[in-house]
């Protein structure tokens, strides 16, 4: 049973930088596409990146394109996200998920691909 564990969360503020992990265990997540979502108190979650199973292919939604990066390291059984240029409308709890790929530049950031979350972390960017 994949399961999913997220960290690097905090206080940070405006401007400032994070780094969240997602580490899986149980399973190769190298054979997993991987997604990144993120949900702020009284909104919708939203995805906001995806990387496939091989990190070759991946996708931003526009809101972080440019200052978020999506990386992995399958041998650590984890998947990175880089947060840079932090700004208020960025806080949420930040959730990773995940899904067997059979194909290997399978990329996708809609919730209802993804079979396997996280508990979240937190992020809050505040001065």
């Known amino acids: 049973q994949l399961q999913l564990v997220e960290s690097g969360g905090g206080l940070v503020q405006p401007g400032g930088s994070l780094r969240l992990s997602c580490t899986a265990s149980?399973?190769?997540?190298?054979?997993?596409?991987v997604g990144w979502f993120r949900q702020a108190p009284g909104k919708e979650r939203e995805g906001i990146s995806g990387?496939?199973?091989?990190?070759?292919?991946?996708r931003y939604a526009f809101s972080v394109k440019g200052r978020f990066t999506v990386s992995r390291d399958n041998t650590k059984n984890t998947v990175y996200l880089q947060l840079n240029s932090l700004k208020p409308e960025d806080s949420a709890v930040y959730y990773c998920?995940?899904?067997?790929?059979?194909?290997?530049?399978?990329?996708?950031?809609?919730?209802?691909?993804?079979?396997?979350w996280g508990q979240g972390t937190q992020v809050t960017v505040s001065s």
């Open positions: 998920a995940a899904t067997k790929a059979p194909l290997s530049f399978t990329v996708s950031m809609a919730t209802g691909y993804y079979d396997y």
């Open positions: 149980g399973v190769t997540l190298g054979d997993y596409a």
């Open positions: 990387i496939s199973r091989g990190g070759d292919a991946t």
